[in-house]
Structures are given as C-alpha cells and as structure tokens.
C-alpha cells in the first residue's frame, strides 16, 4: 500500500519524507524499504523537487533493521531476498538528501543516514551501529561509510564494541553536519534544504555527484571528473543567469535549465 511507511510532505522545493513505523521505533522492514525507495526514484524525477529530507520522529529517526524479519532467515534466505542491495538505489539518488535526525539512529538506521549527503541532529540524538551484539555485522556499508567518515580507529572501536554515540559524538568524528536543540531538527534540517533549493538544480546535482566521486576514486580521477562536470555547467541557462545576475549585482533566477 503507498503512503503506508513513508509520509510526504511538500514545502516549496523541498520535499520532506518521513519513515513512519512508530510502534517499532522505525525498524526498516522490506516494505518500507522498497516504498522509500520508490517514493525517493518519482520525487528524483520530479522537476519541482530540488532537495529531500529524510526524517523520523522525536524518538527514533530508525532503530536499524527489522531484527524480527531477519532472526529466523537462513543464509539462502537473506541470499534470496537480497534486501540489502535495495540500498543501492538509495546511493542512486541524484538530487541532495538532508537526514534529519532525532531519538535513536542504529544499525541500519545509521546506515541509511550515511546515504544521506548531510546529517542534522538533535543534541539528544543516539548514533551507533549495535549489530556486534546481535551476532551480526553492519551490512548496509557502515563498515564502509563510517569508516570512511570517522577513520579507521574511530570506526573500528565502535563498529566492534556496537556502543551508542550522542550526537558531539557524531559532531566530533565527522558523521554529523549540525547539531542543534531537539525541538527544532527537523526545522533546521528543512532550513538547510530550502537554502540548498534555491541554487541552480544542475549545479547542486553535478555538485552532489563530484563529491561523491572522491570516496570512490583516485584523487587524479577525481580531479579530471569535476573538471568535466564544471566545463558542462556552462552548457546550462543557469550558469548564464548566474553570472550575469554577480556582474548586474542582483539576484540570480535559476529555472533548472
Ligand atoms: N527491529 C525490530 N524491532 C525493533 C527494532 C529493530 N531493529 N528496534 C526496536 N524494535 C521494537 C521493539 O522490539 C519493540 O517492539 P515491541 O513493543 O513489539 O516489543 C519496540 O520497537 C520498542 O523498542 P524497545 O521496547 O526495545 O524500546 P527501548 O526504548 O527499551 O529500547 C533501543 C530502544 C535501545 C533502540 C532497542 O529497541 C534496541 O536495542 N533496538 C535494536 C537496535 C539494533 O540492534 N539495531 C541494529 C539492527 S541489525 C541491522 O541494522 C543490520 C544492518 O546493518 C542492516
């Protein structure tokens, strides 16, 4: 059923979705899953969309995995029902998606705010990735993408105690862009969106995909890629509209074009 796991909302530009399973603290089941991964794939194509947020409640923004859909699954199980490689369409989004993060942010949850490009959070916020203690390991890139975010020695001592982090904690090794007071996360969250909303769609589209590309590439590939991205900017209307509008000192219109 639509709208059932993920609740949108439109505010201008931004569109704000919301995982929506509040008896379970947002466990992230295969139909939320696959309805958050259609609900970003039709806003993704949507003209009138330039940023996401992504966002829980006050008590949990999600509490990772449904470890009640999992605990029975057999190797062939899991194999067959290859849940995780879901979260590669996610990584697939090209417009910016701003987590906005309250209450408890574990496992997959964690994991599924590290798709995000930025991550704002309430100061009351618990990061962590606890599947050590339930046998498992993070397998929806935490070991990848915190690491990657905190460094390896950061990483590795939580990964491998699965202790819970607050968000200075977050702050402090780099997985939080902002921390902010609990009442307005989600505001502030939204605020940072509209600011990104009202810059050229295809710069912030080119913008989000380049610094992407230096976590999964040599810096010289890197390099050459954003070189390219730059130069086709000037094959837009915006880039046009951009710079005249800094010469004639007024503000820039930019139609995503
Ligand atoms: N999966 C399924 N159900 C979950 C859940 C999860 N990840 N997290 C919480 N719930 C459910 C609880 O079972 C409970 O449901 P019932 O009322 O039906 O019993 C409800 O949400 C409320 O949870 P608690 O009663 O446990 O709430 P609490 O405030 O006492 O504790 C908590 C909160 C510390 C977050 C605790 O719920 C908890 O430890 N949750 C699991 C965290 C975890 O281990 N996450 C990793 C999952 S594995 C994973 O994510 C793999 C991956 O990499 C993809």
Not at 64 to 85: H, P
Not at 204 to 219: I, N
Request: glycine share 8%; hydrophobic share 45%.
């Amino acid at each position: 059923m639509a709208d059932q796991f993920i609740l949108t909302k439109h505010e201008g530009h931004v569109a704000i979705l919301t995982l929506n399973r509040p008896d379970v603290l947002n466990a992230l089941n295969i139909p939320l899953m696959d309805e958050l991964i259609t609900t970003f794939e039709k806003l993704d194509n949507d003209p009138s969309v330039h940023c996401f947020v992504l966002t829980g409640n006050a008590k949990a923004f999600a509490a990772g995995a449904d470890i009640k859909e999992m605990a029975e699954a057999s190797v062939v199980d899991m194999y067959e029902r290859n849940n995780l490689a879901r979260w590669e369409r996610i990584k697939k989004v090209r417009k910016p998606i701003i987590a906005a993060v309250s209450g408890f942010c574990l496992g997959g949850g964690c994991e599924l705010a590290m798709h995000c490009d930025m991550i704002v959070a309430g100061e009351g916020a618990q990061f962590g990735q606890p599947e050590i203690n339930i046998g498992v390991i993070p397998g929806a890139g935490g070991t990848q993408r915190l690491g990657k975010a905190a460094g390896k020695f950061r990483a590795m001592e939580l990964i491998l105690t699965g202790r819970f982090f607050n968000a200075a904690e977050a702050l402090e090794i780099g997985l939080a862009t902002k921390v902010v007071p609990d009442d307005v996360y989600l505001e502030e969250a939204v605020a940072l969106a509209q600011k990104i909303a009202k810059n050229s769609p295809m710069a912030v589209r080119f913008a989000k995909e380049a610094v992407l590309k230096a976590f999964e590439s040599p810096l010289s590939e890197g390099l050459d890629y954003e070189r390219k991205m730059f130069y086709m900017l000037f094959g837009t209307e915006d880039q046009k509209e951009g710079m005249a509008a800094f010469v004639e000192k007024r503000k820039p219109e930019f139609k995503g074009k």
